[in-house]
T-cell receptor
């Protein structure tokens, strides 16, 4: 049973559209993360949050933005999608016991 | 800065062969955690193991075993008697422990694509 939920699972969208990828967790974790993964490639951290109203950019520069208004919710937004944004986006949260839980991911295709 | 190196990119074996996936890490911290994840074609990350830096005991779980050696900064993963269902991408990852005792973000290696042929 997944405790971290990502929607949508798959998304095909046209260039220039604004999109928001949803990520929610029910575990009360303070720390949450977004990773970007191109097909067959390594995972890169693009955003993370250590609590409400706290967000930081990750190791890989990204045109996306995030917000953390509620502990359980960490959405990622692309204001104007481009084909270069085609990727899989994985959301995760971590608990004080040093465990990480990942969502099932959103596979985004921008045409 | 922390770094995880998985030098092997692709490995192909025949079913029932044993296979070892290598992982070497770099960190300046004395306290850290190491992980292995499996990513099947469906794309989700499946947690396999977590090991903290103070626990150098090897671990065995069914056909899986892990060898952690701090002296060589390695955390290798062996699959015994591989099966077709083991075909996936395997990631090694590292997280450091912040001064507060909390964990930091995960840093991943580039992953190893394992193909097990019948």
């Amino acid at each position: 049973e997944a405790d971290i939920y990502q929607t949508p699972r798959y998304l095909v969208i046209g260039t220039g559209k604004k999109i928001t990828l949803e990520c929610s967790q029910t575990m009360g974790h303070d720390k949450m993360y977004w990773y970007q993964q191109d097909p067959g490639m390594e995972l890169h951290l693009i955003h993370y949050s250590y609590g409400v109203n706290s967000t930081e950019k990750g190791d890989l520069s990204s045109e996306s933005t995030v917000s953390r208004i509620r502990t359980e919710h960490f959405p990622l937004t692309l204001e104007s999608a481009r084909p270069s944004h085609t990727s899989q986006y994985l959301c995760a949260s971590s608990d004080p016991g040093h465990g990480y839980t990942f969502g099932s991911g959103t596979r985004l295709t921008v045409v | 800065a922390q770094k995880v190196t998985q030098a092997q990119t692709e490995i192909s074996v025949v079913e029932k062969e044993d296979v070892t996936l290598d992982c070497v890490y770099e960190t300046r911290d004395t306290t850290y955690y190491l992980f292995w994840y499996k990513q099947p074609p469906s794309g989700e990350l499946v947690f396999l193991i977590r090991r903290n830096s103070f626990d150098e005991q090897n671990e065995i779980s069914g056909r899986y075993s892990w060898n952690f050696q701090k002296s060589t900064s390695s955390f290798n993963f062996t699959i015994t008697a591989s099966q077709v269902v083991d075909s996936a991408v395997y990631f090694c990852a590292l997280s450091e422990v912040l001064a507060t005792g909390a964990n930091s973000k995960l840093t991943f290696g580039k992953g190893i694509t394992l193909s097990v042929r019948p």
